[in-house]
């Protein structure tokens, strides 16, 4: 870990976007996740670390109930944002995704042009009301994702005709279309070589100017990089939860230490 870059950023807010309070979840009887408690900040970099198999992609699925896609997987407890609970009835889930999107491990982008892939959220949310505003949504989200430039001049070819690390950033630029207020990211940058993922880790650092950014990383240096928060998970249980420099230099439990010194994982 002495190569680590430990960067000291200030944390801008303490707003808190994201409430979990006794969260539970099972996989058919399989208890997955015990008792989570933890208040996700607004315009911050939070990230889950652990060993694997510990839980960390489990509840950032709660975070959008994508959850709710897995037939055997029952989620308890209260998760709520900006103070309405996420798992109430009349929360519409599509809706949910619109505001808390989410970009997976492996690039996935649609089998449909450039274009398309970041219009299509705009188009299915009715965010915009003419070409010329889905255009401007579309390229605004491609410089968001920084992008713009290196595909400009073929909007119409498919998206899956572009670089790994390309794809990652279309997904961003994909998930960023709708304007979420949150960003879950599952492991972005697993996929990628060293120049996309520095790419990447650049865009998550602008993007949390303008909302929360949840990220699931195997890389305790990219935690550290990217990050002002970071929870550590082990067997299912949130041990350890608070700023990133912290629970790097001066963690609190001794099964976090021997997490980021490589004694467990
Ligand atoms: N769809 C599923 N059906 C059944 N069990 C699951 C499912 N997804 C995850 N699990 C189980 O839940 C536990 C937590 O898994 P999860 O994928 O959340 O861990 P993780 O920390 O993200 O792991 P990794 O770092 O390997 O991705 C594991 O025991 C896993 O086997």
Redesign the pocket.
């Given at each position: 870990m002495n190569d680590m870059r430990l960067v000291e950023r200030d944390v801008d807010t303490s707003d808190i976007k994201i409430t979990a309070r006794g969260v539970q979840?099972y996989?058919?009887t399989?208890h997955?996740?015990k008792d989570v408690d933890v208040d996700i900040l607004d315009k911050t970099v939070t990230a889950?670390i652990?060993?694997?198999?510990?839980?960390?992609?489990?509840?950032?699925?709660c975070l959008n109930r994508m959850n709710d896609t897995?037939d055997?997987?029952r989620v308890e407890g209260l998760i709520s944002m900006d103070n309405e609970d996420i798992y109430d009835k009349r929360v519409d889930p599509v809706q949910l995704r619109a505001k808390v999107g989410m970009v997976f491990?492996k690039p996935n982008p649609f089998p449909k042009s450039i274009y398309d892939n970041v219009a299509y959220g705009p188009k299915i949310h009715g965010l915009t009301r003419s070409k010329a505003e889905l255009d401007e949504v579309v390229e605004t989200s491609l410089r968001r994702a920084a992008l713009w430039d290196e595909v400009k001049d073929r909007l119409a070819s498919p998206g899956t005709g572009l670089s790994g690390g390309q794809q990652q950033r279309l997904c961003i630029a994909r998930a960023v279309a709708t304007n979420p207020e949150v960003l879950l990211m599952?492991?972005p940058c697993s996929a990628l070589d060293p120049i996309a993922t520095a790419q990447v880790e650049e865009l998550i650092d602008e993007l949390r100017a303008q909302f929360s950014v949840v990220i699931?990383t195997?890389s305790m240096q990219q935690a550290a990089r990217v990050s002002q928060r970071t929870a550590f998970?082990h067997l299912?249980n949130l041990v350890e939860y608070g700023e990133t420099g912290h629970i790097f230099t001066n963690p609190r439990d001794p099964r976090t230490e021997s997490y980021i010194t490589g004694r467990i994982g």
């Open positions: 979840v996989y058919g399989a997955a996740l889950f652990g060993p694997s198999g510990c839980g960390k992609s489990t509840f950032l699925r897995i055997s997987c491990q599952d492991e699931v195997h998970f299912g």
